[in-house]
């Protein structure tokens, strides 16, 4: 069972729909980040959040992480091909600070 | 920037045999750490490291050894390879403190057969 559940686990879409990914979890986080990993390549830190609530915004990207801080989201608006990957949530769990958690990741593919 | 390297790329095992990955960062960054990344489950962690000369167990440590003597190198030993641990191998490091930015290797495919 993995502590950070990620859904869906596969998301094939049109280009110009809207998305959301989710990551919950029934533990308490105190830092979850978001990262992109393109095939071949290690993955790559899009984002962090750390105060419950917290909303935050990388171009067409939104991130949130829930008031409990044991979920977040990341909602794409308007998809392009260009945002095709696998996205993974990760998190700091409370008082374990040093152990990042993953995710089993989701994987986005938009079509032109 | 050379950032995080991992080597080899690409190794094929035989049962039984034992091994070293390597990882080396030039960012002189305390925090390091070892995933391996299997097909529907991300990335897990095997062993972490919070600077030279400490080092501690992730989520699956079992059948592999780590020690990190310097800042900038943290091996990863298979020390009798497994079926199993057939994977992609990630080596990762952070300036340590939660919500820095984590730097990622390119990764390691490993085959033991």
Same mark, same amino acid.
């Given at each position: 069972?993995?502590?950070?559940?990620?859904?869906?686990?596969?998301?094939?879409?049109?280009?110009?729909?809207?998305?959301?990914?989710?990551?919950?979890?029934?533990?308490? /986080?105190?830092?979850?980040?978001?990262?992109?990993?393109?095939?071949?390549?290690?993955?790559?830190?899009?984002?962090?959040?750390?105060?419950?609530?917290?909303?935050?915004?990388?171009?067409?990207?939104? /991130?949130?992480?829930?008031?409990?801080?044991?979920?977040?989201?990341?909602?794409?608006?308007?998809?392009?091909?260009?945002?095709?990957?696998?996205?993974?949530?990760?998190? /700091?769990?409370?008082?374990?600070?040093?152990?990042?958690?993953?995710?089993?990741?989701?994987?986005?593919?938009?079509?032109? | 920037?050379?950032?995080?390297?991992?080597?080899?790329?690409?190794?094929?095992?035989?049962?039984? %045999?034992?091994?070293?990955?390597?990882? $080396? %960062?030039?960012?002189?960054?305390?925090?390091?750490?070892?995933?391996?990344?299997?097909?529907?489950?991300?990335?897990?962690?095997?062993?972490?490291?919070?600077? $030279?000369?400490?080092?501690?167990?992730?989520?699956?440590?079992?059948?592999?050894?780590?020690?990190?003597?310097?800042?900038?190198?943290?091996?990863?030993?298979?020390?009798?390879?497994?079926?199993? %641990?057939?994977?992609?191998?990630?080596?990762?490091?952070?300036?340590?403190?939660?919500?820095?930015?984590?730097?990622?290797?390119?990764?390691?495919?490993?085959?033991?057969?």
């Amino acid at each position: 069972t993995q502590l950070l559940e990620q859904s869906p686990q596969f998301l094939s879409i049109q280009e110009g729909e809207n998305l959301t990914v989710y990551c919950n979890s029934s533990s308490v /986080f105190s830092s979850l980040q978001w990262y992109r990993q393109e095939p071949g390549e290690g993955p790559v830190l899009l984002v962090t959040v750390v105060t419950g609530g917290e909303v935050k915004k990388l171009k067409r990207l939104t /991130f949130q992480f829930g008031d409990a801080r044991k979920d977040s989201s990341l909602h794409i608006t308007a998809a392009q091909p260009g945002d095709t990957g696998l996205y993974l949530c990760a998190g /700091f769990l409370s008082g374990g600070y040093n152990k990042l958690i993953f995710g089993a990741g989701t994987r986005l593919a938009v079509h032109p | 920037n050379a950032g995080v390297t991992q080597t080899p790329k690409f190794q094929v095992l035989k049962t039984g %045999q034992s091994m070293t990955l390597q990882c $080396a %960062q030039d960012m002189n960054h305390e925090y390091m750490s070892w995933y391996r990344q299997d097909p529907g489950m991300g990335l897990r962690l095997i062993h972490y490291s919070v600077g $030279a000369g400490i080092t501690d167990q992730g989520e699956v440590p079992n059948g592999y050894n780590v020690s990190r003597s310097t800042t900038e190198d943290f091996p990863l030993r298979l020390l009798s390879a497994a079926p199993s %641990q057939t994977s992609v191998y990630f080596c990762a490091s952070s300036a340590g403190v939660p919500g820095n930015t984590i730097y990622f290797g390119e990764g390691s495919w490993l085959t033991v057969v």
